[in-house]
C-alpha cells in the first residue's frame, strides 16, 4: 500500500466501542470533504476488510445517490439535529415541586423502559438491520451509567404515583466547560402533552446554570417531532444538521 492509499484508508475510523458492544466490526466515515466516488472507495475497502456497520456522516444539506445506497446496503437512519440555546438571566428561579433528583445508583425497571422510549427515534431503532437487542442493550447501560453519575452529573425526574414506577418524566444532565449537556428524556406514554417535557426542560434550565452552565445544548432527529417541538417551545434553536447513513457493505453487492 502506498502512501496516498494509507492516507485514504486513514478515513475509514474503526469504532472501538461500538466494535466491542455490538460484536461485530463497525467504522465511521466522515464524508464531508469526500465526493461520492471518495465515499464509494471506502465502503469498497470496507467491504474487503469484511466490516459489517459503516456509519457516514455528511452534513446537510448533502444526500448520497440512491446507487451507493443499493449497492452496500445503506440508509439515511437519521436526519440528526443539535438544538442550543443560552442559559442566563430568562431562566425561571424556582423548580417544580414534583421534580427532583432520583438519588439510587441503579435504574429501576420502569426507568429502564422510559430509556428506551427515549431512543424510539434513534438511528439504531429505525435502522432495520440493526439487532433489536443491541438497541434495548445500549439505552439500558446509557441509563445504568447515567443514574451511576458515570456520564451524567445528575437524573432528574417528575413523581407521579399514577404513571409506571411512579415516574412521569425523566431526563439526564451533565454540564462541562460551561456548556449543559441533555443526554435522555422521555415522558410517560399516557403522560405526554400535558406539559411534564416543558417543565422538565426548565427544571433542567435551571439546574444547569446553578452548575455552571451558560449554554445548552440537545440532540435529536429532525423525524421526532414532539422533541423537536419541545426545544423550539423551550427556547432552543437549531444549530447543525448532519445526515447519517448506516452501510451493511457485507449485505449488499459490495465490489462487485
Ligand atoms: C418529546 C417528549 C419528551 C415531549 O414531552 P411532553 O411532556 O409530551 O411535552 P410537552 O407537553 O411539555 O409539550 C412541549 C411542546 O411540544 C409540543 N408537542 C408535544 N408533543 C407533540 C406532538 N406529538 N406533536 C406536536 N407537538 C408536540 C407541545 O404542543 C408543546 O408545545 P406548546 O407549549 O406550544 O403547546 C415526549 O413526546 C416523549 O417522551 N417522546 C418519546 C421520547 C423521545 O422522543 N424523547 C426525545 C429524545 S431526543
Given amino acids: 500500500m502506498n502512501g496516498a492509499q494509507l492516507q485514504e484508508r486513514a478515513r475509514l475510523i474503526a469504532l472501538a466501542w461500538e466494535t466491542e458492544h455490538f460484536g461485530f466490526p463497525v467504522a465511521r466515515l466522515a464524508a464531508q470533504d469526500l465526493d461520492d466516488d471518495a465515499v464509494q472507495n471506502e465502503l469498497e475497502h470496507a467491504y474487503r476488510q469484511k466490516t459489517r456497520l459503516v456509519v457516514v456522516i455528511c452534513p446537510q444539506p448533502r444526500f448520497l445517490p440512491q446507487e451507493l445506497l443499493a449497492r452496500f446496503a445503506g440508509s439515511l437512519t437519521d436526519q440528526k439535529v443539535t ?4 442559559l442566563g438571566a430568562d431562566v425561571a428561579a424556582g423548580v417544580d415541586g414534583t421534580i427532583g433528583e432520583f438519588t439510587a445508583t441503579e435504574p429501576t425497571a420502569e426507568l429502564i423502559d422510559l430509556a428506551v422510549a427515549s431512543g424510539v427515534y434513534s438511528r439504531f431503532n429505525v435502522d432495520v438491520r ?21 456520564i451524567a452529573d445528575v437524573v432528574l425526574i417528575d413523581r407521579d404515583e399514577s404513571c409506571p414506577g411512579g415516574i412521569a418524566g425523566f431526563i439526564t444532565l451533565a454540564v462541562s466547560a460551561g456548556v449543559g449537556k441533555i443526554g435522555l428524556i422521555a415522558v410517560a406514554e399516557q403522560a405526554r402533552e400535558r406539559g411534564i417535557g416543558r417543565r422538565l426542560m426548565a427544571a433542567s434550565h435551571r439546574w444547569m446554570l446553578d452548575h455552571g452552565a451558560r449554554e445548552t445544548r440537545v440532540v435529536t ?10 426545544y423550539e417551545r ?4 437549531i444549530s447543525a444538521v448532519e445526515n447519517f447513513y448506516h ?6 453487492a459490495g465490489d462487485a
Avoid at 135 to 147: D, G, K
Fill in 83 to 86: 438544538f442550543a440555546r443560552a
Fill in 247 to 252: 452501510f451493511w457493505p457485507l449485505a449488499g
Fill in 221 to 230: 432527529q429532525l423525524t421526532n417531532k414532539p422533541a423537536c417541538a419541545l
Fill in 130 to 150: 440493526f439487532p433489536r437487542p443491541l438497541f434495548l442493550e445500549m439505552y439500558r447501560i446509557w441509563i445504568t451509567r447515567s443514574v451511576r453519575r458515570e
Fill in 234 to 237: 423551550s427556547g432552543y434553536a
